[in-house]
């Protein structure tokens, strides 16, 4: 019902923006959208980021995510959090940052209408991502994801993010941990990390 690839073409990276201004300065107003007039939220690591997309019927853009990688340990989750105890056995070129993961709460009936049951316990995870089938497209994109990250030869992710979404990540056997203090990030979040091969430890006792 939805699919996942990476974005290459200018025209489609802009949709991904368009969406991003749609979330971020109009939906959750974490951004100001005087800043961005031509409706377009975009900043300084997106030129050498890898960019994912989620389409919905009719080539519908739901949801997004980023690959932000760094020769010289320059990520975004740098800029906003305090961060310790980081793995020593992995160059700058090993790591990324996953970053503007987001589905648009505009096309959410996409995927799956409001009056069905999510899978999910409520109080585990934030309403708007256990409503809709969104914990399944946030497992695919992440699947995605880690298919780029295994072709780069990537170890790890840092990710900053909301403590219920780090739980829903974790009912889908993608387990992140704190490496950090609570910061205010676009919305209180925590830094995180996740092995590469703890997932897929985790992915493949899953698949059993």
């Known amino acids: 019902m939805f699919s996942v690839h990476r974005v290459t073409k200018k025209s489609e990276i802009q949709r991904l923006f ?3 201004y749609q979330v971020y300065c109009q939906e959750r107003m ?4 005087r800043d961005y007039p031509n409706g377009l939220e975009t900043d300084e690591y997106d030129a050498t980021a890898i960019h994912l997309g989620a389409y919905g019927p009719d080539d519908h853009l739901i949801g997004s995510l980023r690959m932000v990688r760094s020769t010289e340990m320059k990520f975004p989750i740098f800029d906003h959090c305090v961060v310790n105890d980081l793995p020593k056995d992995a160059t700058s070129l090993e790591f990324i940052e996953i970053s503007r993961l987001l589905i648009s709460k505009r096309k959410r ?3 799956r209408t409001p ?3 999510a899978p999910l316990h409520p109080e585990a995870v934030r309403k708007d991502f256990a409503d809709f089938g969104i914990s399944d497209l946030l497992g695919e994109l992440i699947r995605v994801l880690l298919v780029h990250s295994k072709q780069r030869g990537i170890k790890y992710w840092f990710a900053a993010m909301e403590p219920s979404l ?3 990540l974790q009912l889908n056997h993608f387990n992140f941990h704190p490496i950090g203090p609570m910061a205010d990030y676009y919305g209180q979040v925590m830094p995180c990390i ?3 091969v703890e997932i897929e430890k985790q992915m493949m006792t899953n698949n059993k």
């Open 18 to 20: 368009a969406l991003r």
């Open 30 to 33: 974490f951004l100001d959208a």
């Open 194 to 196: 996740a092995s590469m």
């Open 109 to 111: 009936t996409v995927i």
């Open 115 to 117: 009056d069905t049951k």
């Open 166 to 168: 780090i739980r829903l």
